[in-house]
């Protein structure tokens, strides 16, 4: 090739050769990905590469937390049951398991009455024994608080075609016994029936008053229902991975710092029973992020400020109880699920870092962003019931969101990288009991 | 081919371009990971924008990848490679925008210009303002200044007159000169001002 540059021309158009010549810009790391793609389509990702995925790693940290925290509470609401009703060993690691001890242990005292009944008749004659024994069995058998009004009425039973008679010159230490353990049978049953009615509503207290608290949870909460509240919360925000905002104005090469943002909304769901929940909401989130990008012609610092519209579902597990001394039903919840987010506005803002600009470049990031996004939830929180129809509710969560079209995760075609944040929430809910009447 | 090669050195050319003959995946790698950056920076100066460069550097790349068997081994392998990336970029042009016709000029005698203004300047800042040309002017800018083309040839190649070319590399030197200085002075206000 041939060249012939002016005279006058040549210094200048040399001068800039010279000056691009040696100039080098680096690309985005999907234009290999794509090349790649394009020359051998057969190619697969390597295995161990899948697991390095952030969005997958993050996902199966938050299952792991989810289970993990699962295990803890039902540990620890076994401990609470085995303190409270003297288990002395706990080997058991079900609810269901420890209830089967706690069975046992009411029974072992039932079986001992008859012992101590039989110890007071010891002075009796044999013919005498062998009547109250029966007379008692009778009793045992028939079990009711009716019977053990008869008892101290009139001395016949009858149980299995059976008359049973009582002498009348039984001594009154034996007709005491007997209605002791008529008694104690009584409040046996009375126990089992207010576990049963605990293991029902999901209430584990440690309080003495046991009775009282029963009665007061069946008479003012019933936690199957609908609420609705207002949210809010602050969060740390930041993507999982650089690259996500590529464009010619940013480069490729972006280095995201942490930063603050809220949210705020509503929420609402229902209550399927005592323990599982449905929840979902409309949130707007606002997130700021602040960067630093590297590119071919200047290092920027830059700020977006992204409006999201977000629409949670979630799914809840609640572990209720009740405060001894307030009497306030409380729950500690885990929750996990979806949520769909609409990037509703993207200002962005950059100034070269060598200040010649006098005003920062400012433009609608929501060309270079993905507008749908879909991620996944993760949190615990703590609700408290202020009134039978208001509670209140604070927790922490977690939630990772990419592009829409990355999902399936292996979509390889999509580039941006899934922004997560962390954050605590707050709300207050206003609760409609639904399904059965509380119970009486 | 060995598949410790990362990069291309002089020593390896030789191992990498069979590689990439034979589709090795790694070969491939080590060659675009070699000459990407430098390809990169000639399709910014022919692009209308980022996006539109990194168009031409995948298509550059997989011509190069689909068309290394005709690359003989006469004159230097980076030099064949380039000449891809310059024909990408006049094809990409080609495509998307007309040459209008000028009516012909003589070169613009630019003598008076500040010459100190494109020392004050960066490369990339310069680059940038060579982006922001219309796309005719910059393309026989750079085919005439960056690739050492004639005006005959840059005429065959674009399908233009001898004519044209000269006026238009007229032009565009004159509208970068001057926003090169625009540039140089408002640095130079701005530091005054700082």
């Known amino acids: ?440 | 081919m060995s598949s410790k090669i990362e990069y291309v050195t002089p020593e390896n050319e030789h191992l990498v371009i069979q590689g990439c003959r034979s589709g090795d995946l790694t070969a491939q790698k080590a060659l675009y990971k070699s000459m990407s950056g430098k390809m990169f920076a000639v399709c910014l100066r022919y692009a209308s924008d980022y996006h539109n460069a990194e168009d031409i550097l995948q298509e550059g790349f997989i011509k190069v990848f689909r068309n290394i068997d005709k690359y003989r081994g006469e004159g230097s392998f980076e030099g064949w490679i380039r000449r891809i990336f310059v024909n990408t970029s006049i094809e990409q042009y080609r495509k998307n925008v007309k040459l209008y016709a000028v009516s012909e000029i003589e070169d613009t005698n630019i003598s008076n210009h500040d010459s100190n203004a494109l020392d004050s300047l960066m490369t990339e800042d310069l680059l940038r303002l060579i982006q922001t040309l219309s796309p005719g002017y910059k393309t026989i800018f750079n085919l005439f200044v960056m690739e050492g083309m004639s005006h005959a040839e840059i005429a065959q190649e674009l399908g233009i007159s001898e004519g044209t070319s000269k006026s238009q590399l007229a032009r565009a030197r004159g509208i970068l000169q001057t926003k090169i200085e625009k540039e140089s002075s408002n640095l130079k206000i701005s530091i005054k001002e700082k």
């Open chain 1, 1 to 440: 090739m041939e060249k012939k540059l002016s005279h006058t021309n040549y210094s200048f158009e040399e001068e800039i050769k010279n000056k691009l010549d040696s100039f080098e810009a680096t690309p985005s790391p999907h234009i290999w990905a794509n090349i790649q793609q394009e020359l051998h389509p057969e190619t697969k990702r390597p295995k161990g590469i899948i697991w390095l995925q952030p969005r997958i790693l993050l996902s199966g940290i938050g299952l792991f937390l989810l289970v993990a925290f699962s295990s803890a509470s039902a540990h620890y609401l076994i401990k609470n049951i085995a303190n409270e009703y003297h288990l002395e060993k706990l080997t058991s690691t079900t609810p269901k398991e420890v209830n089967m001890m706690m069975l046992q242990k009411i029974n072992q005292q039932h079986h001992a009455q008859p012992q101590q009944v039989e110890t007071a008749l010891s002075s009796e004659t044999h013919s005498n024994k062998t009547k109250i024994t029966n007379y008692i069995e009778d009793l045992m058998a028939a079990g009711s608080s009716e019977t053990t009004e008869k008892t101290a009425t009139n001395t016949t039973t009858t149980n299995n075609n059976r008359n049973t008679t009582l002498p009348s010159s039984l001594s009154s230490p034996v007709l005491a016994a007997h209605t002791n353990g008529v008694a104690m049978l009584d409040m046996i049953k009375m126990q089992l029936q207010q576990l049963e009615e605990i293991e029902t509503i999901g209430l584990l207290s440690k309080s003495n008053h046991q009775e009282e608290e029963v009665n007061f949870i069946k008479n003012f909460y019933n936690l199957r229902g609908f609420y609705i509240g207002a949210q809010t919360g602050v969060k740390a925000n930041f993507m999982t991975e650089n690259g996500q905002y590529q464009n010619p104005i940013l480069g490729q090469d972006i280095h995201y710092m942490p930063n603050a943002s809220y949210q705020t909304g509503m929420v609402f769901g229902y209550h399927l029973t005592n323990h599982f929940g449905i929840e979902s909401g409309v949130n707007y989130m606002h997130k700021v992020q602040q960067f630093e990008s590297y590119n071919y012609d200047a290092i920027r610092n830059g700020t977006m400020k992204l409006t999201y519209i977000e629409v949670p579902l979630d799914f809840k597990y609640k572990f209720n109880q009740m405060m001894s001394k307030s009497h306030r039903v409380s729950s500690i919840n885990i929750f996990g699920g979806m949520q769909y987010a609409y990037l509703a506005r993207a200002n962005v803002a950059t100034q070269i870092n060598n200040a010649r600009m006098k005003n920062p470049t400012q433009y609608d990031g929501r060309e270079y962003l993905p507008i749908h996004n879909l991620g996944l939830n993760v949190g615990i929180d703590y609700d408290l019931f202020v009134s039978k129809n208001l509670y209140w509710t604070i927790g922490v969560d977690g939630a990772v969101t990419g592009d829409i079209n990355s999902f399936p995760v292996w979509n390889k075609n999509v580039t941006s990288s899934p922004s997560m944040t962390i954050g605590v929430h707050t709300s207050i809910r206003f609760f409609k009991a639904a399904g059965p009447k509380p119970l009486h």
